[in-house]
C-alpha cells in the first residue's frame, strides 16, 4: 500500500529487509566456518596437531569454541564480529544505490561486488577450515567433511558465480530476475543440505558427524551405558567388604554429570 500511494515505498521496512538479509548471510557464514572447524565435537575426536601455534590453527580452534572465543576475545571472534559489521555496512551503503539506472540488482554496485569479495574470501577460508579439521578427523567422517565442503563452497561461491555470469551472458532487463530467482534456489537448495548433513538422524555417513556430535540428545546415555558396563548398563555398590553376594548391594544408573557444589563436571 505504501508503495501504491507514491511509488516509492516505506525505506524503513525495506532497509530493515536489507539488513535482516544481510545478518542472516553473516550467520551462516560464520555457522559454516564453526561446523568445518569441528564445532560441537567433543576434544577427544579433533586430534591436535604440531602445527597448533600457526594463525590457521589458532583460528580453527577458535572457531571450534565460538562461545569460548568470544569470551577470551579470541582472532575467530574478532574475525566474526569484522563479518558482521560488514555485512551491516555493505547493506547500508548498497541502500544509496536504489535510484541508480546503472544497477540491475542488488549487487551490481561497488558495495554489492565489494560483498561478494567478502563471500569469496570467506569461502577460501571455509576451505582451510575444512583440510585443517578432516586431516585431523577420524575416518568416519572424512566423508561428512567432503560433503560438507562442496556444501559450503557452493553456499559460499554460488552468488558471485551466478552475478558474474548474468554481468557476461544476459542482457539488462533478464538480470534482475536471473540472479534473484537462481540465487534464492542454489541458496536454499545449500541450506536443506547443510540442515541434512549436521542434523540428520538417518543412518548412513551423512549422520557421521550427529552421532559424535554433543548436539545428538541420545549421546550421553549411550556413554553412560558404556561406562556403566553396557546393556541394562548398572553399577555395582556395596557396603565396604561386603560379598558380592550380599544382599544390600544395589545397581544404579550412573549420571551424566558430576556436580561438586555449583561446578559441574560432564563424564564424557
Known sequence: KWYQSDGVGWYFMDAMSAHLEAICDSLVALLLLSIASGWTLPNDVILQGNNASTPV?????????????????????????????????LAQWGRLYNDDFSSYHDLEHTPGQ???????????????????????SPLSLQTFYQRLGTVGMIWFWSMPAICW????????????????????????????????????????NASAF????????????????????GGG??????????????????????????KLGKAKVRLD
Open 57 to 89: 590453527a589458532i583460528l580453527v580452534q577458535g572457531f571450534r569454541n565460538p562461545i569460548g572465543g568470544l569470551a577470551t576475545l579470541a582472532p575467530s571472534s574478532m574475525l566474526g564480529m569484522v563479518v558482521l559489521f560488514l555485512h551491516a555496512f
Open 114 to 136: 565489494l560483498l561478494l569479495l567478502v563471500r569469496i574470501i570467506l569461502g577460501l577460508l571455509f576451505v582451510v577450515c575444512i583440510h585443517t579439521t578432516k586431516s585431523s
Open 165 to 204: 555470469m548474468c554481468a557476461w551472458l544476459l542482457p539488462h532487463h533478464w538480470k534482475h530476475p536471473a540472479v534473484s530467482i537462481s540465487g534464492c534456489i542454489i541458496q536454499t537448495t545449500s541450506l536443506v543440505l547443510l540442515s541434512w548433513l549436521v542434523a540428520s538422524e538417518s543412518k548412513g
Open 210 to 229: 550427529h552421532k559424535v556430535s554433543r548436539m545428538n540428545a541420545n549421546r550421553e546415555n549411550q556413554l553412560t551405558d558404556a561406562l556403566s558396563g
Open 233 to 258: 548398563g548398572g553399577l555395582s555398590v556395596g557396603n565396604g567388604g561386603a560379598s558380592s553376594s550380599s544382599s544390600s548391594t544395589t545397581r544404579k544408573i550412573m549420571p551424566t554429570t558430576l
